[in-house]
Structure formats: structure tokens, C-alpha cells
């Protein structure tokens, strides 16, 4: 009786040890997943015509990502739902984000991942009474931006006021939409962003004028960035993925 308890029991120890030991191994070979949010800024991330995220940066993070072997989804929200995300919650990774000093702290920076594009300031080419010569010029009249992104910030520090002469939206397309309804004076928007809206709208690109480059003084890198409780491994994984690629 006591051969056949021991023989029992060591039986029970030897399937134990095997589930652990499948377990074991199948927590070493999951990959870690990774949820990427951005907005939708042509041509660094935009939906296409099957509703796919696209775009320069975007090619370049799924690059980054299949390298570091992280698993991921890419979801495309309005760019505040996407930075409070990125903000607060674990194993989120947010991009194209321009590395503000005010951001700085807020995530774990990865850069950069596109050429930097500066703004040029656009009116109705209807509206030759609109003149700016100098960023000085900008607070004499009304401005769409989409907001809490950089454009919002710059336009804040170069004296707009929201509620008066800076009215802030929840996207770019309205921000172009404002401007060709004559509901705003000015759209700081990258020309290949403005093109396409005229397109999309059956409009030539005549339709609008460009005023004036913002300064390149204004501008950092153009960055993908972890949220804060992303574990260090983790981030160092994707950070050494994006080094090796960008080296070749």
C-alpha cells in the first residue's frame, strides 16, 4: 500500500512539474503586445481608402516593432483621446509626437523617425488682404489648430488667444474645412496636408496661398514614445530595434 501511495505521489509530482514547466514556457515565448495610437496627419499617419493606417512613420514604427518581435495593434483616435492614452496607461506607444520640452518628461522618447517638415501658414487665395511677413503678424488673425499639439502650443506662446483669435478642434480635416468656409483667416498645416484636403474636396491647390514657413527654431524631432509604465526592458528592446534599423 505504501509502494503504491508513493508511486502516486510521485506521479502527481511528475505532472505538476510538466504543467509548470509548459507554463513556464509559454509565458518566455508569448510576445510582449504593444497598443500603438496615433492621429490623423498626412503623410506621417492617415487611414487609407481600406481603412488601414498608413503613412511615412508609419511604415517605419511596424518596421521597428517586427523587429524588436513585440506584438501590436494600431488604433487612429483624435490626438488628445491618443495622448491621454499614452499618458496613463501601460505598454502604449504613441507617435508622430514632436519632442516639446513640456513632453519631455511624460513618456520614454524614441527619435527620431521622419525628416522634420515646418509649417507654412495658408489663406483663401481670395483673401489678398491677408498679409503676414513675419511670425509677428500671426495674432492679427484667426487660427484653427487641433488640440494640445505643438501647433497649439505655438500658437499660445506667439500670443493667440482660444476663444478670440485661435479656435482649437478636435482634428485636422476641420481645421482645413474652416479655412475654405472663410470661418478662420489662417491654417498652419504642412503643404502635403493641404493638398491633399483640396484634392479630397475636388479643389486645385490655387485655391489657397501659402504666407510664410513657421522658423525651424520652433521645431525637435519628429519621435515615437512609450507611456511611462512601459517597462524599461521593454522600451530598450523597441529602442535597440529602432537603432539598428535606422543605422542601415
Given amino acids: 500500500m505504501l509502494v503504491e501511495l508513493l508511486s502516486l505521489y510521485q506521479f502527481l509530482a511528475g505532472i505538476s512539474l510538466l504543467v509548470f514547466t509548459l507554463c513556464l514556457s509559454n509565458s518566455t515565448l508569448a510576445k510582449e503586445q504593444i497598443q500603438v495610437v496615433t492621429e490623423n496627419?498626412?503623410?506621417?499617419?492617415?487611414?487609407?481608402?481600406?481603412?488601414?493606417?498608413?503613412?511615412?512613420?508609419?511604415?517605419?514604427?511596424?518596421?521597428?516593432?517586427?523587429?524588436?518581435?513585440?506584438?501590436?495593434t494600431f488604433d487612429l483616435y483624435p490626438w488628445t483621446r491618443a495622448m491621454n492614452l499614452a499618458k496613463t496607461t501601460q505598454n502604449v506607444l504613441i507617435y508622430t509626437i514632436l519632442q516639446t520640452p513640456e513632453r519631455q518628461s511624460m513618456f520614454h522618447w524614441i527619435c527620431p523617425i521622419a525628416?522634420?517638415?515646418?509649417?507654412?501658414?495658408?489663406?483663401?487665395?481670395?483673401?489678398?488682404?491677408?498679409?503676414?511677413?513675419?511670425?509677428q503678424d500671426i495674432k492679427?488673425?484667426?487660427?484653427?489648430?487641433?488640440?494640445?499639439?505643438?501647433?497649439?502650443?505655438?500658437?499660445?506662446?506667439?500670443?493667440?488667444?482660444?476663444?478670440?483669435?485661435?479656435?482649437?478642434?478636435?482634428?485636422?480635416?476641420?481645421?482645413?474645412?474652416l479655412l475654405l468656409a472663410g470661418r478662420v483667416d489662417i491654417l498652419p498645416e504642412l503643404q502635403s496636408s493641404v493638398y491633399r484636403q483640396l484634392v479630397t474636396q475636388g479643389l486645385d491647390k490655387s485655391?489657397?496661398?501659402?504666407?510664410?514657413?513657421?522658423?525651424?527654431?520652433?521645431?525637435?524631432?519628429?519621435?515615437?514614445?512609450?507611456?511611462?509604465?512601459?517597462?524599461?526592458e521593454l522600451v530598450e528592446k523597441i529602442r535597440a530595434a529602432h537603432q539598428k534599423i535606422t543605422d542601415q
Fill in 41 to 72: 496627419w498626412y503623410p506621417y499617419n492617415y487611414l487609407d481608402e481600406k481603412q488601414q493606417v498608413v503613412g511615412q512613420s508609419t511604415t517605419l514604427v511596424k518596421q521597428v516593432l517586427r523587429a524588436a518581435e513585440v506584438d501590436f
Fill in 140 to 177: 492679427n488673425y484667426s487660427v484653427a489648430v487641433t488640440r494640445d499639439t505643438f501647433l497649439h502650443k505655438l500658437m499660445l506662446k506667439l500670443g493667440l488667444k482660444e476663444g478670440q483669435n485661435l479656435q482649437v478642434t478636435g482634428d485636422d480635416k476641420i481645421n482645413a474645412t
Fill in 115 to 135: 525628416a522634420k517638415n515646418l509649417h507654412q501658414l495658408y489663406r483663401l487665395s481670395s483673401r489678398s488682404d491677408i498679409d503676414i511677413t513675419s511670425e
Fill in 207 to 232: 485655391y489657397v496661398t501659402p504666407l510664410l514657413s513657421l522658423s525651424a527654431n520652433h521645431y525637435p524631432d519628429y519621435c515615437m514614445a512609450l507611456s511611462k509604465p512601459t517597462p524599461l
